[in-house]
């Protein structure tokens, strides 16, 4: 099985600040196609997981473009350009290059 | 409105069987693969099983191979996820979701809870 490895696992944030969080895979999530099959996801509180970026670093349809992914075959990175308050929650990074697909611990952002 | 509600946790003895629903409204279900994900407090976010458009292919987690069977209707445009010799590490808020472009899971379901408790 690949292993998602997210650091920090918690990560407090002044608002307007910017913000980063690293996934690393135990395996190149690079496919033949030219994808890597990495996504990142955001649960607020009490809500279900919501796609923030799918493909490494295409933004899913309504995120902000304060959101932004980048990385490439194990090591990849979110990054918040300016924190605002309603971006707190708890960050995953998933791989769906083969089954079974696994998440990250998560990260946990929280405004100071 | 594109969404998906899953019903049918409840509390269950260990051994026991559930069978949990999922109905999508908003979008033709039956292009998609579909996507069972279970949320436990200890363990974080964990991938169960998934089933192709006609569910001619289907793959699970190794934990729940041969306990666990996922289906669906497209004609009523419903996934199922048919649970049986259920054990306490079981427990947890089982999500549907749909899996959108380059397998992305775009769309969640509120969750339904399961708890495997004598």
């Known amino acids: 099985d690949i292993v998602m490895t997210q650091s920090p696992l918690s990560l407090p944030v002044t608002p307007g600040e910017p913000a980063s969080i690293s996934c690393r895979s135990s395996q190149s999530l690079l496919h033949s196609v030219g994808y890597n099959y990495l996504e990142w996801y955001l649960q607020k509180p009490g809500q279900s997981p919501q796609l923030l970026i799918y493909s490494g670093s295409n933004r899913a349809s309504g995120v902000p473009d304060r959101f932004s992914g980048s990385g490439s075959g194990t090591d990849f990175t979110l990054k918040i350009s300016r924190v605002e308050p309603e971006d707190v929650g708890v960050y995953y990074c998933?791989?769906?290059?083969?089954?079974?697909?696994?998440f990250g611990q998560g990260t946990k952002l929280a405004i100071k | 409105e594109v969404q998906l509600v899953e019903s049918g946790g409840d509390l269950v003895q260990p051994g026991g069987s559930l069978r949990l629903s999922c109905v999508a409204s908003g979008f033709s279900f039956t292009n998609y693969w579909m996507s069972w994900v279970r949320q436990t407090p200890g363990k974080g976010l964990e991938w169960v099983a998934i089933?192709?458009?006609?569910?001619?292919?289907?793959y699970f987690l190794d934990s729940v191979k041969g306990r666990f069977t996922i289906s669906r209707d497209n004609a009523k445009d419903s996934l199922f996820l048919q649970m049986s010799s259920l054990r306490a590490e079981d427990t947890a808020l089982y999500y549907c979701?749909?899996?959108?472009?380059?397998?992305?899971?775009?769309?969640w379901g509120q969750g339904t809870l399961v708890t495997v408790s004598s």
């Open positions: 998933m791989h769906v290059l083969q089954t079974p697909y696994t």
């Open positions: 089933i192709k458009q006609d569910g001619s292919e289907k």
């Open positions: 979701a749909r899996h959108g472009y380059n397998h992305a899971l775009d769309i």
